[in-house]
């Protein structure tokens, strides 16, 4: 293996890293924050690749409005579904895990009877290929690199920065106390939940053009975001952050060797050793409560 081709592979495994970044953000901010094991998250990045296709490729809608409002729609889906069905099952594993692979079952049979099984291809906004020498970069994914960083800034500065943060912050760490204070935990909750949702339905949006979208995309997604968050630890950004390089940069190299379909097993396994030996992950979350 040359020099060229190294470098091309770790190029290639950061760029997916930032992918791999923006589809889990959501889920560490419901696992995190909320002790929720939301298994419904995969469906929201089919979900937001759907709305897409039908905003972008059949309405026309430009792209960056496109993911706003792939945003705003989930976020709405999200408070919904939170004061509906999830504000029910906080500190109920068990229940919470049914009810969201529930949800999960109810979003890809539904879309299944509206859209059907035929895939659906997303165009690139940007069609340009960047060369560095001997190594490339598409365009695109350089977008999404930027996608990613601004979701991973925007969600910090919410976090750390305005007075809803705090407040989640506060119930994160005692929610007794924080009610105690007057602060309305319920609404924190549905906040917080909302944004998680949000954000993977602009995940799913963005990654849109990369992939085929069906009914069947969460299921592409659903180990690979998990196993990100877990690795990283449930309730750190900056251990996700950390995580999505080290599996991706793994994943490519790898495949580099062999093939993709090892890649994901050896790492995989890699994974399972980490958590077995540090089961917090590699950065230690907060306790919520």
């Not at 953000?25 to 298994?39: D, E």
């Not at 993977?200 to 069947?216: E, F, K, Q, R």
Request: proline share 2%.
């Amino acid at each position: 293996m040359n020099a060229s081709l190294i470098g091309q592979l770790l190029v290639s495994g950061a760029c997916g890293s930032f992918v791999l970044l923006l589809t889990s953000l959501g889920l560490v901010i419901i696992m995190g924050y909320m002790k929720v094991v939301n298994l419904a998250h995969t469906e929201m990045l089919m979900l937001g690749a759907f709305m897409c296709y039908y905003l972008y490729m059949v309405l026309h809608i430009p792209f960056v409005l496109t993911l706003i409002l792939s945003y705003i729609i989930s976020f709405i889906f999200g408070m919904i579904m939170e004061r509906l069905i999830i504000c029910h099952f906080y500190g109920k594993m068990a229940e919470t895990l049914l009810a969201t692979y529930a949800i999960s079952m109810i979003i890809k049979q539904l879309v299944l009877i509206l859209c059907g099984k035929s895939y659906k291809k997303v165009d690139y906004p940007i069609t340009k290929v960047l060369y560095f020498g001997p190594i490339y970069i598409e365009s695109y994914k350089l977008i999404l690199c930027g996608i990613s960083i601004l979701a991973l800034v925007g969600t910090l500065l919410f976090i750390n920065k305005t007075t809803m943060g705090r407040k989640i912050r506060a119930t994160t760490q005692n929610r007794t106390m924080t009610e105690c204070l007057g602060i309305d935990t319920k609404k924190v909750d549905t906040i917080t939940f909302s944004h998680g949702m949000g954000l993977a339905g602009l995940a799913g949006a963005a990654i849109a053009p990369l992939s085929t979208v069906t009914y069947a995309l969460g299921e592409s997604w659903l180990t690979n975001t998990f196993m990100n968050v877990v690795m990283g630890g449930v309730s750190s950004l900056f251990g996700t952050v950390c995580s999505s390089v080290i599996i991706q940069e793994a994943i490519s190299l790898i495949s580099g060797f062999s093939n993709s379909v090892m890649a994901q097993i050896i790492v995989l396994l890699v994974v399972i050793v980490i958590v077995r030996v540090k089961p917090e992950g590699l950065f230690t979350p907060k306790g919520r409560r």
